[in-house]
C-alpha cells in the first residue's frame, strides 16, 4: 500500500517513512541527510546490502553493536543471516528508512572513498574542481564534499568538542578539542583549503564570495542514526579564513541532574533551590565550562506540561522539545534585553536567559526574578561568590540582588582518567601539603598512563567541579550592605558553602582525576578548609 501511495503522489517517501516510524514505534532515519560511518560499510558486502535492502550506518564498538537502516525492519532472516555472516560479534540494531533512500544510498556510499586517507589520496592524484563545488550543493562524487563529511564524521566519533580549521603560510592545521584539551590531528597542504572553504560555507549557508568579514551559521547532520548540529564560525586571518565549528551533540549534551556527578548534600541543596517558585539561579564558570549543559539539564527536569519553558540563546545550542527557544538576532533588534521584556508577556513559568553581558540584560532577568518568574541565567565569573560583585560591576543596585537570587553554581570540567590504564602511587609530600593531608601516611592518588582505549592520553570524558551557594537571609542582608567578599564568605562558610577546591580533593581522593589535571583547572593552594 506504501508504495502505490507513493506512485500514485499522494504522498512522500519521507512522510510514509516517518508515519510508519511512528505508529510501528521505530527509529526512522532520513538518509538523504545521513553520513554512514566507513567502519559499518566495511563490515557488510555490497551484494548483502543490496539483496535485503539494508545500508550500515553505524559501528558502535565499545557497545559492540551494528546499526543497519532497513525498509523492513521486521525482516528477521536478513538479520539472522547478517549476524551469522558477522559471527556474533555484533549485536544488530535497526533502524527504518525509505526503500527507494536506502537503494539510492547503496549505489552512492559504496561507490566512492569514505575514509580521510582515501578520500585524500583520491584528491592528490587528481584536480579540484572548485566550479563544480559552488554549483553543485549536493555532489557527493565530489571528494572535498566527502573529505568535509569525513572530518565532521571523525570529530564526532572521537568525541570532539570543538573542531578548529587553520590555515597557515604553507599548510592546514585541523585540531579537535577533545575532554577540554586541543589535539592536532593532522595537517593538509594549503592548496586544499579554498576548496573546503568553500564546501563549509555551501552546508552552513553562508556567503561564498564574502572573504573579508566575519560570519556565523549552522550545520545539521545524521551520523550514527543520530542527529549533530554544528555551529559555524569563520574570521578573517592573514592566511585565510580560520573555521572553528562547535558540536552540538543533542544525544550526550543533555544529562539527569542525578548523572551530574554531584555529592548527596550538594544534589539535595540544587533541588531545594529548583523547588523555588521564583527567583534567579545563576549558573557561573568560564567559557566552555559547561553552564549551558548544566542549565538545560535542570530545565529537563523541570519539563513538564505544566510549565511554560522559554529559553532566550546567542545562539539555541540544544533543542528540546516542549520548550519555546528563541535566538537572539541583532538585525532585528531582539537583544538579550528587548527579548526577555517580551517573553515576560507570553505567559512564561521559566525563562533561561543564555548569557548575562551587560546592565540592560542583567536590569531585565532580575525584573523577572522579582515578578514571580523562576529565572535560570549564565554568568561569566571564576567562583559562585564572585558573581555578587560581577553583578554590582554592571551597575545593578545592591538592594534589587538581595532577595532575588535563589542561589548560584559555579563550575569547570576535568578530565576523567582512564579507567583501563591508571595507576596508582604514594602521594609526595608536596602533594600531602595541597591536600591538607601531612598526617595521613599511605596516602594513594592515582596518575594516566595511556592506553589504546583513550588513545594513548591517559583520560577519558569529563566530569564537573562544582561549588553550590543558596543564598540566606544572612547572605542578603550582607549584600544589601554592599559588605566586603571577605565577610561574605564567612558567612557562606558558616552555612556549609563548600568551595569548588574540596570538591576537587573528594574527586581525588576517589581516583576520579588526577593531581596535574585539577591543578590545570584550578588552584589548590587556596584551600581553606580541610
Not at 539483496?51 to 553505524?58: D, E, F, G, S
Not at 568535509?148 to 597557515?168: G, M, Q, T, Y
Not at 549584600?479 to 576537587?504: W, Y
Amino acid at each position: 500500500m506504501g508504495k502505490c501511495l507513493i506512485r500514485l503522489g499522494f504522498v512522500s517517501a519521507g512522510t510514509l517513512r516517518d508515519a510508519l516510524g511512528r505508529s510501528l514505534r521505530q527509529k526512522s532515519i532520513d538518509l538523504t541527510k545521513a553520513v554512514p560511518d566507513p567502519d559499518a560499510l566495511a563490515l557488510v558486502p555490497l551484494a548483502w546490502a543490496k539483496r535485503y535492502t539494508l545500508l550500515p550506518i553505524a559501528c558502535k564498538q565499545e557497545e559492540k553493536i551494528l546499526v543497519l537502516a532497513m525498509a523492513d525492519t521486521f525482516n528477521v532472516v536478513a538479520v539472522d543471516q547478517l549476524s551469522a555472516l558477522l559471527g556474533g560479534r555484533f549485536a544488530i540494531e535497526t533502524v527504518l528508512a525509505g526503500e527507494s533512500e536506502i537503494i539510492q544510498a547503496i549505489d552512492l556510499f559504496y561507490g566512492f572513498e569514505l575514509s580521510i586517507d582515501g578520500i585524500l589520496h583520491e584528491i592528490e592524484t587528481g584536480e579540484i574542481d572548485q566550479t563544480s563545488l559552488w554549483q553543485d550543493q549536493s555532489t557527493f562524487g565530489h571528494p572535498v564534499v566527502r573529505l568535509v563529511d569525513a572530518i565532521l564524521l571523525d570529530a564526532v566519533k572521537r568525541n570532539a568538542s570543538d573542531i578548529h580549521l587553520e590555515p597557515e603560510a604553507g599548510f592546514l592545521r585541523i585540531r579537535y578539542r577533545i575532554d577540554g584539551v586541543l589535539r592536532q590531528i593532522r595537517s593538509l597542504h594549503s592548496k586544499y583549503w579554498s576548496a573546503i572553504v568553500i564546501r563549509i560555507k555551501v552546508i552552513s549557508s553562508l556567503n561564498i564570495a564574502e572573504t573579508r568579514a566575519p560570519q556565523d551559521g549552522r550545520v545539521q547532520m545524521t551520523f550514527y542514526g543520530r542527529i549533530v548540529d554544528f555551529r559555524v564560525s569563520l574570521l578573517p586571518t592573514l592566511y585565510g579564513e580560520n573555521i572553528v565549528l562547535r558540536v552540538l551533540d543533542r544525544m550526550k549534551g543533555i544529562l539527569p541532574i542525578e548523572e551530574l556527578g554531584l555529592a548527596e548534600q550538594e544534589l539535595f541543596t540544587l533541588q531545594t533551590m529548583m523547588a523555588k517558585p521564583e527567583g534567579i539561579i545563576l549558573a557561573c564558570g568560564p567559557t566552555g565550562s559547561g553552564k549551558t549543559t548544566t542549565l538545560y539539564s535542570l530545565l529537563n527536569a523541570i519539563n513538564q506540561e505544566g510549565v511554560n519553558i522559554m529559553t532566550l540563546e546567542d545562539p539555541v545550542e540544544y533543542l528540546m522539545l516542549g520548550i519555546r527557544q528563541s535566538t537572539v538576532n541583532e538585525a532585528a533588534r531582539l537583544t538579550f534585553a528587548t527579548g526577555i521584556r517580551a517573553m515576560m508577556r507570553q505567559d512564561p513559568d521559566v525563562i533561561l536567559v543564555g548569557e548575562i553581558r551587560d546592565e540592560d540584560t542583567a536590569l531585565m532577568a532580575l525584573r523577572a526574578a522579582m515578578t514571580g518568574h523562576q529565572v535560570y541565567a549564565t554568568l561569566h565569573t571564576n567562583s559562585a561568590l564572585g558573581a555578587i560583585p560581577r553583578l554590582l560591576d554592571l551597575g545593578l543596585h545592591p538592594g534589587i540582588l538581595a532577595g532575588s537570587i535563589i542561589g548560584i553554581v559555579a563550575q569547570r570540567l576535568i578530565r576523567r582518567l582512564c579507567l583501563k590504564c591508571r595507576e596508582s602511587y604514594d602521594a609526595t609530600e608536596i602533594e600531602l601539603r595541597l591536600l591538607h593531608a601531612v598526617k595521613e601516611e599511605g596516602l594513594r592518588l592515582w596518575r594516566q598512563v595511556g592506553c589504546a582505549a583513550c588513545d594513548y592520553q591517559g583520560y577519558k570524558g569529563r566530569l564537573a567541579l562544582v561549588e553550590i551557594l543558596p543564598m540566606t537571609e544572612d547572605l542578603d542582608d550582607a549584600v544589601a550592605t554592599q559588605a566586603p567578599m571577605k565577610e561574605l564568605r564567612a558567612i557562606a562558610m558558616s552555612h556549609g558553602f563548600c568551595p569548588m577546591v574540596n570538591d576537587a580533593v573528594r574527586r581525588l581522593r576517589t581516583g576520579v582525576t588526577s593531581i596535574d589535571e585539577v591543578t590545570r583547572v584550578i588552584n589548590l593552594t587556596d584551600r581553606k578548609m580541610v
